[in-house]
């Protein structure tokens, strides 16, 4: 059900169901399965629970939307309690990654008592007010006695049935105080009751509709009169489909004396109808409005005077006809190769007008086949075809991203107008989520299809406009030619100014480093192929930082682009590394004026090497870290305030902040939360893909976020139209290359291609970061790779205990030869080996420091949590994390290490002697610890501990050649002996 209303502070509650809740038997789940269950429906359809024996539990799930009316669900809080009591579970949150929702409520004491269930969805800013929905929709009025049920001895089912009465109840409103504005705009839908014919309007009927109610408010009576029409009811009970991507409105408490009287007038609306087939009446059919506007134009009939037929399969000959008649019946000449056309049929001319101009293929070279059904994915095909043949269509190589559950089922030959469709908007997917490409398409849909077309290119016609287009990439870490590439931004970018007036092109960080074609370099190779590529603005991701200060001056110097960051300050003595970078820049398109603010990411400081931000030990290149983000925030807002005072129209923040949870308080969405003025947040850190996410500012007001993920596996594009509209779009699966870009990447590689190229090993088994699914672990449990990297360390550095954050292992190492490519790849950072002394008190507070995000799980929704870059992997040691002890840890304003206060999570800790046999470790003992310049010498992943200690090693080999030494002058190249499985180093529990 869909709740609209203009007001936010007071909601109207409306409590409409028939709710059918079904028992069914518990099957055992795998180990590895998912504790919820799988029988999962639309919230307002039927609700499966399950009756647990063993130990009275009832299981409840359901399959909810994605969204709130473009506001997205981030979770559920679920509440059980006794009727009439408000003990409940306390509202578990759910997270929403999965299609299918469901929670086990406690035990329940009494087999004699009812029990209520109330389901409340979460959006981002919370349980309560948003936009201009009302509140977070909830579902309430489900209840259910544990003594009523029928079982059913065939089928092994219980099932219980409940009805809810249409009532409508106001909660906290004085009648006196309101009047009929109050109600503007307000959109009811509802189901009636079966059972209460008198509240249901005498009506045995149940489906959704989102009907038109006009509200009169009595105050002297406090009363309450809804008018509403009753088109679009139809459908019967049980009809599932009917409820596919239903949301809810607002319900909440229920009190009957809040409203003395609730009269419900069903009233019939006045046709406007040009014809009014008998089954196209607007009380019946969804199509009604697409079907007068195309028997208005003469673009369809009815099969007879009185019906249209909506539901009949159209054909493929009725299709070619349509569009023929839409041209006008164009004189055809020549003849078709079909030989299947009978002489005189209504179709022969549009057929060969389709054939001639390349609209409408046969099903084979002779077959067109004419009185064939035509599909979902054919029709798609067809209207894309017909819009090139009207020059309406993208041509050249093009794409935009397609996420139906069933893409795997379009055809290649429709898959160019599917995507054509979806960027028209001219047809929708089916179901869940899916496009049905197979289904057959009715007639109501070509009509709904037909004008939708001609509408979108009248309103392109009819609006022209000076549009902006601004592509946008971030976190491409060195991946020059990974996905589309850069040769492919190149192609796309030549294609994006033939369409558009103004073109800008961004990066959004992280750019230079993540791969040996940037170590190699220290940088150098990736500036020059942006260069070619033609990037005009950059902001300053952690990596960017990872050659040093001296080295990232030269790399700014050397760029073409202009690189962002208002929050970037120098307050030391020497020489400001970092003065080429400017806070914003307006730019002047035409009479628009739009200013790009960079936004650089406090964590930067322990992100990427804290020294590079010092001098003699002193931080001087300030981030605005601290203040819980409020510092960052302000900043943020004096350049925001300052660009509006210049004029600019639009701002667009280009920020490396991420929107993940363990970036907090610097993430994009805390910084649009905290200001206002921002129009746009391009976002890079945390990899995610977001083609356009709505998020609410300080005021409330609605700014877009869009990031494009990493290794350009995607293009975002930006478009600013002159009426104000603002569009994110990002471009997947783009396959053109630019010749000339192209070649430039290949001079580039040709430089380092023979050396990187060169074998240097060969390994019998592959060493992976990651689970067989995907599920990346290096960063929160011990790994083979991890064990083998922590292992060279210690050998090559001889020492007593080796070390290495999972954040800097970065790739998998391949079963067969190795190369010099595949050992940059697995440490791209350029750090060199370090062994210092330490107290067995230190190596302790690095493990408690290291640990300090451990969960008990390590996936959850097919995605990995509880992770940190610091998470150490080890050599020499053995030891136990008891995640049920939250981290002690103490970090100071720059989350570096400072303390730890309270009982300590990391347990039985072991080192490992010259006998072959580990003992606990000596808090006072000195013991030898290898590892690289980044943790030891400059203080990284939040512990700062070793950088005054005595240096072994202060400065030796690059950490690949580490790997390279350990491979082949320790191993010999043999490592499923001693690396096929993990040693249980590391216990979580």
């Known amino acids: 059900m869909k709740f609209k209303t203009r007001f936010n502070k007071l909601t109207a509650r409306l409590l409409v169901a028939v709710m059918l809740i079904t028992l069914l038997p518990v099957t055992a789940l795998a180990a590895d399965e998912t504790p919820y269950s799988k029988n999962a429906t639309v919230p307002g359809a039927p609700i499966i629970t399950e009756l647990i024996e063993e130990d009275k539990t009832i299981a409840v799930s359901w399959k909810a939307p994605r969204n709130d009316g473009g506001a997205k669900i981030i979770g559920y809080e679920i509440e059980c309690w006794p009727e009439g009591s408000t003990d409940g579970n306390g509202g578990m949150t759910i997270a929403v990654d999965a299609d299918v929702f469901s929670y086990t409520v406690d035990k329940l004491p009494d087999e004699n008592i009812n029990y209520d269930i109330k389901i409340c969805a979460i959006n981002p800013v919370g349980r309560g007010e948003y936009g ?62 079966v059972e209460n014919s008198e509240n249901a309007l005498g009506a045995s009927l149940s489906k959704f509709a989102e009907i038109g109610i006009s509200i009169a408010v009595d105050s002297n009576e406090n009363k309450i009169t809804l008018t509403f029409d009753y088109a679009a009811i139809t459908g019967f009970l049980g009809d599932e489909s009917a409820f596919e991507g239903i949301g809810y409105g607002d319900i909440n408490s229920f009190k009957e004396d809040d409203i003395k009287a609730v009269n419900i007038t069903a009233q019939k609306p006045d046709s406007t109808l040009k014809k009014e087939f008998e089954d196209v009446h607007p009380i019946n059919h969804w199509a009604t409005e697409n079907i007068d506007y195309v028997y208005t134009n003469g673009l369809m009939n009815g099969i007879d005077d009185a019906h249209f037929a909506p539901d009949m399969p159209l054909t493929r000959a009725m299709l070619v006809t349509i569009l023929y008649r839409l041209e006008g019946e164009p004189r055809v000449s020549g003849i078709t190769s079909y030989a299947d056309l009978e002489p005189g049929q209504y179709y022969l001319d549009a057929v060969c007008w ?22 979902r994915e ?28 069933d893409l795997a089922e379009i055809s290649d030959y429709a898959l160019e107008g599917v995507m054509f469709c979806k960027l028209k908007g ?11 490409p197979k289904d057959n398409a009715t007639r109501a849909e070509a009509a709904a299809i037909l004008e939708r077309l001609i509408k ?21 870490h060195c991946g020059i030619e990974d996905n589309i590439g850069y040769a492919g931004l190149a192609a796309y970018i030549k294609e994006t100014e033939a369409l558009y007036e103004y073109v800008t092109l961004a990066d959004c960080g992280d750019a230079v480093q993540g791969d040996f074609v940037g170590t190699v370099s220290s940088g150098e190779y990736i500036v020059d192929i942006m260069n070619e590529v033609g990037y005009d603005f950059a ?98 807002q004096k350049y925001v305030d300052e660009c509006e005072n210049q004029g600019a129209d639009y701002i667009i923040i280009l920020a490396h902040l991420g929107d993940a949870e363990e970036s907090s308080p610097y993430t994009s969405v805390e910084l649009i939360e905290a200001t206002d003025g921002i129009d746009v947040v391009l976002d890079g850190h945390s990899h995610s893909v977001i083609e356009s996410r709505i998020v609410d500012n300080i005021n409330g007001e609605d700014v877009v976020l869009s990031s494009t993920g990493t290794k350009l596996e995607n293009i975002g594009k930006l478009v600013i139209c002159d009426d104000g509209t603002i569009t994110t779009t990002l471009i997947s699966n783009y396959t053109a290359k630019d010749a000339a870009c192209d070649e430039f990447i290949g001079s580039i590689k040709a430089k380092y291609a023979e050396e990187m190229d060169k074998v240097i090993a060969a390994s019998d088994i592959a060493l992976s970061c990651s689970t067989e699914d995907g599920i990346r672990l290096v960063r929160n449990r011990e790994t083979v790779i991890g064990n083998f990297c922590a292992d060279a360390y210690r050998a090559i550095g001889n020492a007593d205990i080796g070390v290495v954050n999972g954040g800097g292992i970065r790739a998998d190492l391949p079963k067969g030869d190795i190369t010099y490519a595949d050992i940059l790849a697995i440490h791209p950072f350029g750090n060199s080996l370090c062994v210092v002394k330490a107290t067995g008190q230190e190596i302790i507070d690095l493990l408690e420091t290291a640990c300090m995000h451990t969960k008990a799980e390590f996936k959850e929704n097919g995605n990995a949590v509880g992770e940190n870059g610091g998470f150490m992997q080890v050599s020499g040691l053995k030891f136990t994390i008891d995640t049920s002890i939250p981290s002690p840890v103490v970090l100071d304003e720059n989350d570096n290490f400072v303390k730890v206060s309270g009982e300590r999570r990391v347990k039985d800790i072991t080192v490992l002697g010259d006998n072959g046999e580990y003992a606990p470790i000596e808090t006072d003992k000195i013991y030898t610890l290898a590892s690289h310049n980044y943790l030891l010498r400059d203080g990284g992943d939040n512990y700062t501990k070793f950088t005054d200690n005595e240096f072994i090693i202060s400065e030796g080999i690059s950490d690949y050649q580490v790997i390279t030494e350990y491979i082949t002058n320790v191993l010999g190249g043999i490592l499923s002996e001693k690396y096929a499985v993990t040693e249980g180093r590391i216990t979580v529990k």
């Open 426 to 436: 001219i047809m929708q997917g089916k179901g869940e989520n899916n496009f049905a």
């Open 539 to 636: 902001v300053l991701g952690n990596h960017e930082f990872d050659y040093g200060m001296e080295q990232l001056s030269s790399l700014i110097e050397k760029s073409n682009a202009q690189y962002l960051g208002c929050n970037i300050s120098y307050t030391g003595k020497n020489t400001n590394l970092l003065e080429a970078v400017k806070p914003y820049e307006i730019v002047e398109y035409g009479d628009t004026k739009v200013a790009f603010i960079g936004v650089t990411t406090p964590e930067s400081y322990t992100k990427s090497t804290p020294s590079y931000f010092m001098e003699d030990g002193v931080y001087v290149y300030d981030l605005e870290r601290g203040n819980d983000g409020k510092d960052l925030y302000a900043n943020v």
């Open 378 to 405: 054919q029709i798609a095909a067809i209207m894309f075809r017909y819009a090139r043949y009207k020059e309406t269509a993208p041509t050249g190589a093009w794409a935009i991203r397609l996420d139906y559950a």
């Open 354 to 375: 389709a054939q001639i101009n390349g609209i409408a293929n046969g099903i084979t070279e002779t077959e067109f086949a004419p009185n064939d059904n035509i599909t």
């Open 132 to 193: 201009i929905f009302g509140n977070a929709p909830e579902i309430t009025g489900i209840s259910f006695k544990t003594d009523n049920v029928a079982y059913n001895e065939e089928t092994n089912t219980y099932t219980v049935s409940q009805t809810v009465p249409f009532v409508v109840y106001l909660t906290g409103v004085n009648l006196e105080n309101i009047d009929e504005s109050f109600f503007n705009e307000v959109h009811f839908g509802f189901i009636p009751s």
């Open 456 to 476: 979108s290119d009248s309103e392109a016609e009819e609006h022209e406009c000076e549009e902006i287009a601004i592509l946008y990439t971030n976190d491409v």
